[in-house]
């Protein structure tokens, strides 16, 4: 397929050196493997390479101020999701506004979490979960992989929307909690669908009770939504690509374009179904308003829960 890169960007030679891809969460991840997908397809279509660039600390917030403080000239973008939204909610000692100091380029992806329960949990569903918890307040832990992470912020809305109690147990990434889960020393884990969670369920050590996103996901149809039994109930974990402020709309709209020719293509969305997330392309300006949108909803679940990363 041959690019799609603007012929004005052509003739402001961008790229003109390699472009850098901060990606705030290590090499290896979910997230880190779908931003490498990405990178590659933009080096072919651009005919110059797109390197991911890990800066991980800081709950994503290196590597955030790494792309606000770098020049607005296209050639050190983020790819980055709803932790980056968020993060003026939950930190608030930051030198930075994220909302007010990128620019949305283009959204790339979205994929469920999964509400996973230890196998010695006497909840089969949802509603037994929620059932268990009503009976045993206080009793129930969950998992997550960090204050303001989206599995703790899962739980946290479900806890709010359920009205039930349940102690937020964080640990160093799903890695260091899945052990715990699997033993019952804590009893549920709202975790990405793109880490091991699935290989674990599979195999009988752990029990999956239902989805974040409001239907079933394509991939999984014999496990429901949450919302069956919550309604209302809804989270989609999202990641795209953002630039500096003041970056030029030629370059934003170049960029836009051909990630948006990329989640046409069959292999790039065969490549991203396997870690499994679902293409979601948008104009830059759709984009935008669907992450404010989506911060605006974060904000109320954490004022509620009075959450606070400092």
Known sequence: ???????????????????????????????????????????QQFDQQFVVENRTGAGGNLANEALINSPPDGHTLLFGGPNAAISALLHKNLRFDFLQDVVAVASVMRFPNLMVVSPSLPANTVQEFIAYARANPGRLSMASTGVGASPHLSGELFKFMAKIEMVHVPYRGSTAAYPDLITGKVHVFFDNLGGPVLELVRSGKLRALGVTTARRWDALSDIPA????????????????????????????????????????????????????????????????????DAEKWRKVIAFAKLSAD
């Open 1 to 43: 397929m041959p690019p799609v890169v603007s012929r004005v960007a052509k003739a402001q030679t961008y790229p003109s050196r390699p472009v850098h891809l901060l990606v705030g969460l290590a090499a290896g991840g979910a997230t880190d493997v779908a931003a490498r997908i990405v990178a590659e397809w933009l080096s």
């Open 226 to 293: 949450i919302a069956e039994t919550v309604p209302g109930y809804e989270v989609s974990i999202w990641y795209g690509i953002f630039a500096p402020k003041d970056t030029s709309g030629e370059i934003v709209a170049a960029l836009s374009r051909s990630i948006n020719a990329g989640l046409a293509d069959s292999k790039v969305r065969a490549r991203l179904a396997e870690g499994g997330g679902a293409p979601m392309p948008m104009t830059p300006g759709e984009f935008g308003k669907f992450v404010r949108d």
